[in-house]
């Protein structure tokens, strides 16, 4: 009975461990699905405005760099906010 015990403890660490491996790995997996999501959203905007894909196509993007814009001056706002606060 405690030699079996003994197995199923080691084989729980193994599984343990490759539980964790798996966890980093899916974590590295996602940061690298952002980034590519992010680099696809750049090239689509730059797309539109280096084509003449029509006016609709740099409407689209323009209000996108705008979103952009007002996305980083909330987080400047926020980061200036916070340096207040220390």
Do not use: F, H, P, Y
Request: charged share 35%.
């Amino acid at each position: 009975m405690a030699e079996r015990l003994s197995v199923l403890e080691i084989e729980n660490k193994k599984l343990k461990s490759r539980l964790n491996e798996a966890e980093v790995s899916l974590s590295l997996q996602k940061g690298k699905v952002k980034e590519l999501e992010n680099k696809n959203s750049i090239l689509k905007v730059s797309g539109s405005l280096g084509c003449g894909n029509g006016k609709q196509d740099r409407q689209k993007a323009t209000a996108v760099i705008d979103g952009l814009i007002r996305e980083i001056d909330r987080c400047l706002m926020l980061l200036d906010a916070e340096s207040g606060l220390r």
